[in-house]
């Protein structure tokens, strides 16, 4: 099996966490890569760790990989919990067990903070990402996602 080092995300790791955002958005029919946006996202999160973590996942010190746990507060569970967002592999390192591996440990550091649920949105045309899903333990919502545009001032 492939070595890897999964932890937290530092700013040298951003460039290489907007490029598989590139990657992803362009998977995803609800949004479009942008380089700024994204890495001012990305900043956002790496200088608040209360709003969340980024987690990265790297072989022989290059990423890799990328997960973006953001933490709320569900009033349903009474505390703590994961929202993930933005989990995607490069291409050619998907399916070797590395998005497992990386999805466990990030499950760990939840579960280890006292967070009680994970939840995350998938592209419902990604039926690969969608068995991934399912096979780590998740299970489809009675909930409905909706979006709304929020002007900007």
Known sequence: MTEVDIGFATAADLDALADLLAE?????????????????????????PALGRLFVLKTHGAVIGMANALITVSTAEGGRVVLLEDVVLKRECRGQGLGRRLIEHVFAWAAQAGM????????????????????????????QVLRKALAQT
């Open 24 to 48: 992803l958005f362009t998977l995803e029919s609800d949004f479009t890569p942008d380089r700024t946006k994204q890495l001012a996202a990305l900043q956002t999160i790496l200088d608040n």
């Open 116 to 143: 009680t649920r994970a939840t995350l949105l998938a592209d419902r045309d990604n039926a690969a990402a969608l068995a991934f899903y399912r096979q780590l333990g998740f299970s489809p919502s009675s909930m």
